[in-house]
T-cell receptor, first 114, second 107 residues
Framework: ETGVTQSPTHLIKTRGQQVTLRCSSQ?????VSWYQQALGQGPQFIFQ???????GRGNFPPRFSGLQFPNYSSELNVNALELDDSALYLC?????????????FGDGTRLSIL | GIQVEQSPPDLILQEGANSTLRCNFS?????LQWFHQNPWGQLINLFYIPSGTKQNGRLSATTVATERYSLLYISSSQTTDSGVYFC?????????FGQGTRLTINP
């Protein structure tokens, strides 16, 4: 069974740039969720994708956007990067089943904004 | 929205000690998970435990859904147990995380 994989592991960008982070879901999982974890905090929900459509969004501005592909992999795009976007970005996959399916996390992408 | 509170925020123990971490949540939930985040940032699933008790080696967890709390027990702590332990509950599509308990195990 292949787990959740994320790329890249680390990334350094400057303010105003754009970034794309990638996630491959665990085999058999069809739902992908993205979380942002600032230093010293718990992860915060960004959005979830199911059947290639956004299915729920947290309190994040529209410059955070995503995609899901037919093979269930996903991308997180962030435009006009700000210093506060520096964080660990975590992807989680699960089986679609409402709120009673466990989520499995990748190792994350650590994004630093200079 | 659902609120999740974890206690204590920090815990420092000697190797071999036992510990109990607590998670309180504000609403009924269908999913509760415990995670261990190691110093490299990896978030590792420990338990999926919406109710009842589960054990995995030196770790066990109990969730009392009707009273809206969960406990994580770690016995005979090892230095590799160090890290941050998160409780997360499912609200709609998202997991809502607590602020975590930072556990430090000294040799």
């Amino acid at each position: 069974e292949t787990g959740v994989t994320q790329s890249p592991t680390h990334l350094i960008k400057t303010r105003g740039q754009q970034v794309t982070l990638r996630c491959s879901s665990q085999s058999g999982h069809n739902t992908v969720s993205w979380y942002q974890q600032a230093l010293g905090q718990g992860p915060q929900f960004i959005f979830q994708y199911y059947r290639e459509e956004e299915n729920g969004r947290g309190n994040f501005p529209p410059r955070f956007s995503g995609l899901q592909f037919p093979n269930y992999s996903s991308e997180l795009n962030v435009n006009a990067l700000e210093l506060d976007d520096s964080a660990l970005y975590l992807c989680a996959s699960s089986l679609w089943g409402g709120s009673n399916q466990p989520q499995h996390f990748g190792d994350g992408t650590r994004l630093s904004i200079l | 929205g659902i609120q999740v509170e974890q206690s204590p925020p920090d815990l420092i123990l000697q190797e071999g000690a036992n510990s109990t971490l607590r998670c309180n949540f504000s609403d009924s939930v269908n999913n509760l998970q415990w995670f261990h985040q190691n110093p490299w940032g990896q978030l590792i699933n420990l338990f999926y435990i919406p109710s009842g008790t589960k054990q995995n080696g030196r770790l066990s967890a109990t969730t009392v859904a009707t009273e809206r709390y969960s406990l994580l027990y770690i016995s005979s702590s090892q230095t590799t147990d160090s890290g941050v332990y998160f409780c997360a509950v499912q609200g709609a599509q998202k997991l809502v995380f607590g602020q975590g308990t930072r556990l430090t195990i000294n040799p």
